[in-house]
C-alpha cells in the first residue's frame, strides 16, 4: 500500500493535533473558577440577589435556555454593571456577559447556551458599589451540544 503525498500529508497533520493537546474537552472547575475570579478582580463573589433559571435536566444541549435576574434598583450602588455566565464542562468556561445601565431598568437577559455535558452553570453579578453576586445551578444534559 502506498500513499499519496496528500494522504501522507493529511495523516500527519492529523497526528499532530492529537498529540499536541492544545484544545482540552472540557473546561473545569479550575478555569471555571479562574474565569470568576479574573470577573471578579479576586474578590469573593457573595451568594444572593441572583437568580440563574436553568432547567435541571435539558434533554438537548445544543440549545439550554438560561434566564439571569439580579433585584437590584439600577441606580447608585445598587445597580448591575454586567453579568458573567459559566459553565465548567464545557470546551472552554466562558459563555456570555451581559452589560447593563441605568436605562436598562432591570437586570434580566435570557439566552441559550450549548451545554457540552452534565455541569454546574454559575452566574456571577458586579455591582456598580464593586461587590459581586453568584448563583449556580446543576445541569444534567441527556446530550451534549459542543464538541472538544
Known sequence: MSLTRREALVVLAGSATLLSGVVPLHAGTDEAEAEI???TG???PQPGRVTLTVPAVAENGNAVSVTVEVDSAMEGGDRVESVLIVADGNPRADVAVFHFSPLSGTAVA???????????VSAVAKMADGTFLLDRRAVEVAVGGCTG
Open 37 to 39: 475570579a479574573a470577573f
Open 42 to 44: 479576586g474578590a469573593e
Open 110 to 120: 435570557t439566552t441559550r447556551i450549548r451545554l457540552a455535558r452534565s455541569q454546574t
